[in-house]
């Protein structure tokens, strides 16, 4: 299950999830091109992968930041900048555009700081924006819990698109985080699940006063959860799929 749109565009131009979006392809591409030998990647790593080892030594603090520019593969790079296309742009939107882009900011150095409090001591590289695009998400559920969600759903050979809230949506991903956090120490490598929780959890946080200044529940009942604009309509499509009535 992965999210592929929501149905609420942004009233204004989301010039910094453009702008983000646009230079973490730039980088992708500019070291698929021009950083090809092992020394090269891993002095690139080194200078700015966030390397918990490194900062527990009292070092390269920069790359809290710097991390979240970087990407492990095609997929790695696709799958963030979707997420963040879908969720971005509605935060900028009522956060405004620099407001957004030091809580983009901060939520990718603080979830940086949160996979290090699990692994001080470690020397895997953790790389990727997918700490700050969790607090982008975190921000997301708080201001519009109930903002429609289409969702690619597919098991085994059954193929859907279908709309759900994004406080479920979210909420399963957080949980998914959560439970395959348990047990990983994050000093293997792989899939930094305690970056994405923590760096959920901060966006949420950061996102409160601005909640709490929209009037809190009130801001909710309004809103009825959604964002406090007109949503976006698609047209339905009937599935291919045929129907097996029971007998």
């Given at each position: ?5 929501d ?9 910094v999830?453009?702008?983000?979006m ?8 500019y070291?698929?091109?021009?950083i ?22 009292g ?6 930041v ?71 998400m ?61 760096g ?27 964002p ?19 007998r």
């Amino acid at each position: 299950m992965f999210p592929i749109r929501d149905h609420n565009p942004s009233q204004r131009t989301p010039f910094v999830t453009y702008t983000l979006m646009a230079l973490n392809i730039i980088i992708w591409l500019y070291g698929l091109a021009f950083i090809t030998t092992n020394a090269e990647i891993n002095n690139l790593y080194f200078n700015y992968a966030m390397i918990p080892a490194r900062i527990s030594a009292g070092e390269g603090y920069i790359t809290l930041v710097t991390s979240v520019f970087l990407h492990a593969g095609f997929m790695h790079l696709a799958g963030n900048m979707l997420f963040l296309f879908i969720f971005g742009d509605n935060l900028e939107d009522d956060m405004g555009h620099i407001p957004f882009l030091i809580f983009y900011l901060l939520s990718g150095a603080g979830a940086a700081l949160a996979q290090w409090a699990v692994a001080p001591g470690s020397p895997v590289p953790t790389v990727g924006a997918s700490g700050a695009i969790a607090g982008v998400m975190g921000g997301y559920l708080l201001l519009y819990p109930k903002a429609k969600v289409d969702v690619f759903i597919f098991f085994i050979i059954i193929f859907r698109i279908i709309p759900i809230p994004a406080w479920i949506m979210l909420g399963v991903w957080f949980a998914l985080q959560l439970f395959n956090g348990i047990g990983d120490d994050g000093s293997g490598g792989g899939v930094a699940y305690w970056a994405h929780a923590g760096g959920f959890i901060i966006g949420l946080m950061l996102t409160l006063p601005l909640w709490l200044r929209l009037g809190a529940m009130r801001y909710w009942d309004q809103t009825e959860g959604h964002p406090p604009h007109p949503e976006a309509k698609y047209p339905f499509r009937q599935t291919s799929i045929p129907k097996v009535p029971r007998r």
